[in-house]
């Protein structure tokens, strides 16, 4: 790894790794599970199959928290060839979307409509 830049882009976490291995050993590395999980632990994972792939080019999968709240996020993986012959690894992560729908808090002090009843 010879460069590492992390942006926060909203919801999002990117980073980007200039690696010296060509494009398909990295590949390889982040697509199949054998290798996959000697550097991510299986149980991060929700599920060990990726929720799409473009072989050679991106994974994505989806991961959770192992604590409360368990939140789910996507980590997107891609993979590009860069100048030197080694490889441009990207990685975003974001939180799952049903995790970033904004749920507005009930009214604290009852603002509800009143109704009288007759007794």
């Known amino acids: 790894m010879t460069d590492l830049e992390a942006d926060a882009q ?27 999980d000697t550097w991510l632990p299986p149980g991060d994972l929700a599920d060990a199959a990726p929720i799409s792939s473009t072989p050679g080019e991106e994974v994505r999968y989806r991961m959770r928290d192992d604590e409360p709240p368990y939140l789910e996020s996507i980590v997107t993986f891609q993979v590009m060839p860069n100048a030197d012959g080694g490889t441009r690894l990207r990685i975003i992560h974001g939180l799952a979307a049903a995790t970033l729908m904004r749920r507005t808090p009930p009214a604290a002090n009852g603002n509800t409509r009143s109704l009288m009843r007759a007794a």
């Open 10 to 36: 909203g919801d999002e976490l990117v980073l980007d790794y200039q690696l010296d291995a060509p494009p398909e050993k990295v590949w390889r590395a982040i697509s199949s599970p054998a290798l996959r």
